[in-house]
């Protein structure tokens, strides 16, 4: 019954509705989800491949372009199957912009390096989750996280 409830479509947007009334929270929300996921994907760029952990070599055409098979991946691809099985149509949008994003992040981390990207990172998840928060705490008053849901932050 737990996991039909994750992949519930409808319930998530009656929870998310729920605290998210508010015209301007919802424009906050719109605006600094995104770069949430998107600058977590640029810090996990930093963390080793799978190929790394194992001693390998990787050879593979993505690895010729900066793009491993790290954590953040995985993370992208756990979130890119988490909506394709909440619902097949609007999930299936939903994992393509997850996976442009993880490109997107890797190419950007690449060219940064780790001594800029850091700081790019927690510039921007001050700001965003900084907006958030204030959206919630001005705007609709209520504060919509959840511990139990590890999904949760990307609403």
């Not at 015209?23 to 799978?50: A, E, G």
């Not at 199957?81 to 149509?89: A, T």
Request: charged share 10%.
């Amino acid at each position: 019954m737990g996991r039909k409830r994750l992949f519930d479509l409808e319930k998530h947007f009656a929870s998310y509705g729920a605290y998210h009334s508010n015209p301007v929270n919802i424009l906050l929300h719109t605006v600094f989800v995104w770069p949430i996921f998107f600058t977590s994907l640029v810090l996990f760029y930093f963390t080793p491949s799978i190929c790394e952990l194992f001693g390998l070599q990787p050879q593979c055409y993505l690895a010729r372009h900066g793009l491993f098979l790290n954590l953040g991946f995985f993370f992208a691809l756990l979130y890119a199957v988490f909506y394709v099985c909440m619902d097949r149509k609007a999930g299936s949008l939903a994992a393509l912009l997850c996976m442009a994003c993880w490109v997107g992040a890797s190419l950007l981390a690449r060219h940064l390096d780790f001594s800029l990207a850091w700081k790019v990172v927690l510039a921007a998840q001050l700001l965003c989750w900084t907006g958030h928060f204030l959206g919630h705490g001005l705007f609709e008053v209520k504060i919509s996280f959840k511990f139990g849901n590890v999904f949760c932050f990307a609403h």
